[in-house]
């Protein structure tokens, strides 16, 4: 069964430490791993998609990684403006639905 | 442009209602989506479109009625809801139903009394 966990389930911070949050997939054929970030009450906003093992994207402080079994997305000296939730979803080959995680919260303090 | 907008941002409807939620994207995108979100939950999936017909039905009540008039245009109608209805309702588009990033609009805030 298509699984999606995503831990931890929240995360505090100080401003400028770095860390990573993870996404452990299990899924019959990956066709793409998806990070979005969602503040409250607003829909998620879409950040990356990575396709292989092997790949990464960036963009400002956030990099994601994707092995064959997980992902990670890593946060470089984060601000208090990257506190949000972040989620990710993985698509099977076969059909085209989105399995989300249930997210990590992120709370950056000044 | 990678906008979807949704209107409107906030209902309020009694259990007895008729009322109906919109969702539009102008970015060429064939397939959208119907998402329900409760707080602190990851979206869930309702409904999946595909070169406007209905592809996907998530087992959902039929208390929702979705409905694509065109390529650009989601409805999703709702009638006689229950208090346990009350979510974010998300709107997504797709390039096209085998795969790809799914972009998202703001929602709508229903709360069902």
């Known amino acids: 069964e298509d699984q999606v966990t995503q831990s931890p389930e929240a995360l505090r911070l100080q401003e400028g430490e770095s860390s990573s949050l993870n996404c452990s997939y299990t899924?019959?054929?990956?066709?793409?791993l998806f990070w979005y970030r969602q503040d409250p009450g607003k829909g998620p906003e879409f950040l990356f998609t990575?396709?292989?093992a092997g790949e990464e994207k960036e963009k400002e402080r956030l990099k994601a990684t994707l092995t064959k079994k997980e992902s990670f997305l890593h946060i470089t000296a984060p601000k208090p403006e990257d506190s949000a939730t972040y989620l990710c979803?993985?698509?099977?080959?076969?059909?085209?639905?989105?399995?989300f995680g249930t997210g990590t919260s992120l709370t950056v303090i000044p | 442009d990678t906008e979807v907008t949704q209107t409107p941002k906030h209902l309020v409807m009694g259990m007895t209602n008729k009322k109906s939620l919109k969702c539009e994207q102008h970015?060429?995108?064939?397939?959208m989506y119907w998402y329900k979100q409760k707080a602190k939950k990851p979206p869930e999936l309702m409904f999946v479109?595909?070169?406007?017909?209905?592809?996907i039905n998530e087992s959902v009540p039929s208390r929702f009625s979705p409905e694509c008039p065109n390529s650009s245009l989601l409805n999703l109608h709702l009638h006689a809801l229950q208090p346990e209805d009350s979510a974010l309702y998300l709107c997504?588009?797709?390039?096209?139903?085998?795969?790809?990033?799914?972009?998202f609009g703001p929602g709508t805030r229903l709360t069902v009394t």
């Open positions: 997504a588009s797709s390039l096209g139903p085998g795969g790809g990033e799914q972009y």
């Open positions: 990575l396709y292989s």
């Open positions: 970015m060429g995108h064939r397939a």
């Open positions: 899924v019959s054929g990956l066709r793409g």
């Open positions: 479109y595909s070169y406007e017909k209905l592809s």
């Open positions: 979803a993985v698509q099977a080959r076969t059909g085209n639905q989105f399995y």
